[in-house]
């Protein structure tokens, strides 16, 4: 169900890209809003059936690169359900908001599609590999929709946001490679790391693969000071790509802290959580102050959502640094 519920959106923007391009619009635009109201469908059918005392739910594991580790594992809980409902609401609000767009609609529905994919992907993804994977394409996807939609000066902003979060998750690589050395035997499942805690007494190294992974998360969330590509992206973005800018994409870096460095480097976590909490509250109050100062309604939204996303690092910072209490207590 959730390889349906994952692919079916580019499914649906192949299908889209080998028609016509003169075929009408209101085609495209009625399959892409057929689409994602099929996936919301689907995501309630899989809410319907989720048992919340039975933890991951609805799993799939398929062989990729058996020998590097690397496995097709997907899965739900309490945690990444609700994204996946939030991310099928969103997309099907942006295809009947975009009825009223004319340029290279065709184009733009595909890139929608494919968008959906990698968003629900990343949230159903148990491989750290599956994890970059969908991390990476998100980026690529929205590059794109901003440069081709945007208003203008949205080439300088796109590329902006291209090169911002690309580089952040070479450093997302580097952490997940460290975890897969660290573990015995070597994998990068993220359900096996959690179990086996790979880093455990080790603390130089769990303290350098947490950097890489905060690093490359911070960027994406985003925290300050990564946050600079966010306002120039968000306000040149068309109506449709901010909604899932600010929405969806800035949800994944604070998913990936819930999902990847809190249980997989529970020790690291804790020994540095007030790091977290300090950098949650600059960015909380940062953000705050700034969108006071700004006319733009998009601009002001943008470092709103600097501010939200301080709060959500503010408070799993604050998680670890009561959990070290009491494992001291």
């Not at 929608?112 to 690529?140: H, K, M, P, R």
């Not at 690589?173 to 573990?183: E, K, Q, R, T, V």
């Not at 604070?254 to 509250?281: H, K, S």
Request: net charge neutral; hydrophobic share 55%; glycine share 8%.
């Amino acid at each position: 169900m959730l390889t349906a519920i994952v692919l079916l959106p580019t499914a649906m923007a192949a299908l889209l890209l080998c028609l016509p391009r003169n075929a009408p619009r209101t085609l495209f635009l009625t399959a892409w809003a057929a689409t994602t109201a099929a996936e919301l469908a689907l995501t309630v059918i899989v809410w319907a059936g989720y048992r919340a005392d039975d933890g991951m739910q609805y799993e799939t594991r398929a062989r990729w690169i058996p020998s590097a580790g690397i496995s097709y594992h997907v899965g739900v809980d309490g945690l990444s359900l609700p994204l996946v409902a939030v991310t099928c609401v969103l997309f099907l609000a942006c295809a009947l908001y975009a009825w009223r767009e004319t340029r290279k609609v065709r184009e733009f529905a595909a890139l929608f599609l494919f968008l959906q994919t990698t968003c629900l992907g990343l949230f159903v993804a148990l491989d750290l590999i599956l994890f970059f994977v969908f991390f990476d394409l998100s980026i690529v996807a929205m590059y794109f929709i901003i440069a081709g939609w945007g208003h203008q000066g949205a080439a300088r902003a796109a590329l902006k946001f291209f090169l911002y979060t690309f580089i952040g998750s070479l450093a997302l690589l580097l952490g997940f490679i460290g975890l897969y050395l660290a573990a015995d035997p070597h994998t990068f499942d993220i359900v096996e790391l959690t179990n086996a805690n790979p880093l455990a007494g080790r603390s130089t190294y769990g303290a350098l693969v947490l950097l890489a992974i905060a690093v490359g998360l911070a960027v994406k969330t985003p925290t300050v000071p990564f946050h600079t590509w966010l306002p120039p992206a968000h306000t040149d973005a068309p109506a449709a790509g901010s909604a899932i800018l600010a929405g969806v994409l800035l949800k994944m870096g604070t998913y990936g802290f819930l999902r990847i460095a809190m249980p997989v480097l529970p020790d690291a976590w804790r020994d540095y959580a007030l790091v977290f909490v300090v950098v949650g509250v600059v960015s909380v109050l940062y953000g705050a102050l700034v969108a006071l100062a700004q006319t733009d309604f998009k601009r002001m939204v943008a470092y709103t959502s600097v501010n939200h996303m301080g709060y959500i690092v503010l408070a799993i910072g604050a998680a670890g640094a009561v959990g070290a209490g009491q494992e001291e207590a």
